[in-house]
């Protein structure tokens, strides 16, 4: 279903300097990288405030993006992902093999742990994202939403994910993160244990879970698995081997799909 256009922006309004030339495709990929926050219902002014871009040019854009189904407006005037575009950004070959195949693990490994959050998460930079999630943490607030993002060192997938991405990948991510004090060694440890029982860093948003490494055909970690143990329970440190072995299950599957075994 496609959105009504947006209403234009507010007359008499200053007239706005336009930034630095970018291209048509560069404004309209910071249009939807700005619901990339924990923010995901945004208004013409927030988008314009985020990308940086004169009002009109916004409202112009999210025009053409309602159009197309890439944006929607909910009944309070605010701006969500739409639908159409979601669809197109699940299939992407990579991200929809390794949910398709891990799935059924990642269900039993929610039923083996009583019903615990679930997560399996990638690398993108320097942070993780959402693949999947199966339950929600037991504190009181919603879940992290799939497709979400956290500073990788703040998730134990993510400490496991750095662990394995190589000292290049780690050194810059230390570059650009001087409060993770430590961080080195812990990574150090990870990859030595092959998994990581908490994630919870000094700052906002850690989240303590136990997470092991998940690889491809070729032996390369392409994700995590994690378990987020719910407030009432004494600690990730006991769910560690039985997400080891998911993570090595998963491992197996998606090296027999890989090589069409």
């Known amino acids: 279903m496609r959105s ?5 922006p507010p007359s008499g309004a200053p007239a706005e300097k336009e930034p630095a030339p970018r291209s048509v495709t560069g404004r309209v990929l910071s249009v939807l990288d700005a619901f990339a926050g924990e923010r995901r219902r945004l208004s013409l002014s927030d988008i314009s405030r985020r990308t940086g871009m004169p009002l009109a040019t916004t409202h112009r854009l999210v025009g053409e993006l309602l159009s197309w189904g890439a944006l929607e407006r909910n009944r309070n005037g605010r701006y969500e992902i739409g639908l159409h575009l979601w669809a197109v950004a699940a299939m992407a070959p990579r991200w929809l093999e390794l949910r398709d195949v891990a799935m059924p693990f990642l269900l ?4 083996k742990t009583g019903r615990q959050q679930v997560r399996l998460a990638v690398l993108d930079g320097m942070e993780t994202v959402l693949v999947e999630r199966i339950g929600a943490p037991d504190t009181g607030r919603a879940g992290e939403p799939v497709g979400g993002r956290r500073p990788a060192h703040a998730t134990g997938d993510g400490l496991v994910l750095l662990a394995y991405a190589g000292a290049t990948v780690q050194e810059r991510y230390l570059v650009h993160h001087a409060p993770a004090i430590g961080l080195r060694r812990v990574l150090a440890e990870v990859e030595g244990t092959g998994f990581a029982v908490n994630g919870r860093w000094p700052g ?12 491809d055909a070729t032996g390369e970690v392409v994700a995590a698995v994690s378990v987020v143990p719910g407030t009432s ?4 440190s006991a769910l560690a081997p039985v997400v080891m072995a998911t993570g090595r299950t998963i491992s197996r599957a998606l090296f027999r799909r890989q090589n069409g075994a």
Request: net charge positive.
């Open 4 to 8: 009504a256009p947006p209403p234009p």
């Open 204 to 215: 906002p948003g850690g989240t303590v879970s136990a997470a092991a490494p998940v690889r």
């Open 108 to 111: 039993g490994l929610y039923r």
């Open 233 to 236: 329970d004494g600690g990730p």
